[in-house]
């Protein structure tokens, strides 16, 4: 298979097996400075699945608000734009993660990806002294390359996951000898489709070789700091502690409190994602 045939069978898929329409939308929406919070809301109650995922969140342990949650204007008021985008992001991961329908791999790329986005979340917080919800954005896109490379054919996909973790092999490798290229192709051709930002194009490029992206820009070392980690934490896969560590100017101690924190801050977002 080509990059071309890949780039053809993207745009040509369905909005249903990639990102909904209407979430796409509400992106837009979200991101546009003149959007009331009236018009986000009417879009949002059109899916009653959508509402009901929002205060499920809302009203969990993830955000503890001072008061429970019963509509998304509150939600919106008491969580932000961020945060209601974040959880957008997530309720769409989750829905391709479904659309997988070997048991498994669904639960191997959801976990991923939620692990994934929680500690990008907050290495950042940790490295920004702010809070940084764009980064849970990050982390759970980093690897839709892959449940695209799974539509397309799962088979391949299996069959390339499988080499990569029987041979201690990258996946990156393995998914190039199967398709003739990997999910990081197959991701930025998704994410161009979508209309995301350059950076987010830029985390999905280099979270595997951070060194070859734009210099001065720590957003891209991040993400791929959080993918090795989670990799460690998941499948004990070795990491270059001290590469980025020194990149982003972070002790070991600080590295052991965020782990300890973030094994924690997984097991509560797990139960109510």
């Known amino acids: 298979m080509s990059i ?19 979430v796409v939308t509400l992106l837009t929406k979200i991101n546009n400075p003149k959007s009331t919070v009236a018009e986000i809301e009417k879009l ?31 939600a919106i008021e008491l969580l932000g734009m961020s945060n ?25 790329l959801w976990h991923h990806s ?26 759970f896109l980093h690897d839709i390359g892959k449940m695209i490379l799974y539509m397309y054919n799962a088979q391949n996909f299996e069959k390339a996951m499988e080499q990569g973790i029987l041979k201690g092999m ?24 979508l209309g995301f930002s350059k950076k987010m194009k830029n985390i999905i490029l280099y979270h595997h070789d951070p060194q070859f992206g734009p210099a001065g820009d720590i957003m891209h070392w991040i993400v791929s700091f959080a993918n090795e980690l989670a990799h460690f934490l998941e499948d004990n ?34 139960a109510f994602i």
């Open 84 to 108: 209601l985008r974040s959880m957008l992001v997530s309720y769409s991961v989750r829905l391709l993660c479904h659309a997988i329908s070997s048991a498994h791999t669904q639960e191997y």
């Open 170 to 193: 990258d996946f990156v490798y393995t998914e190039k000898q199967v398709f003739g290229f990997s999910h990081i192709e197959a991701g930025y051709l998704m994410i161009e489709k």
């Open 237 to 270: 896969k070795p990491v270059d502690l001290q590469r980025y560590l020194v990149e982003m100017n972070m002790s070991e101690k600080e590295l052991q409190e965020i782990i300890s924190s973030v094994q924690n801050r997984i097991k509560h977002y797990k």
């Open 44 to 74: 949002i109650d059109s899916e009653p699945a959508l509402v009901s995922y929002i205060l499920k969140i809302s009203n969990s342990l993830i955000y503890s608000v001072p008061e429970e949650v019963h509509s998304i204007s509150r």
């Open 4 to 22: 071309k045939e890949m780039s053809v069978f993207i745009e040509n898929i369905e909005e249903s097996r990639s990102m909904p329409s209407f």
């Open 114 to 139: 939620l692990s994934v986005a929680v500690l990008a979340k907050t290495l950042a917080e940790k490295i920004y002294k702010v809070e940084q919800p764009n980064f849970y954005v990050f982390g």
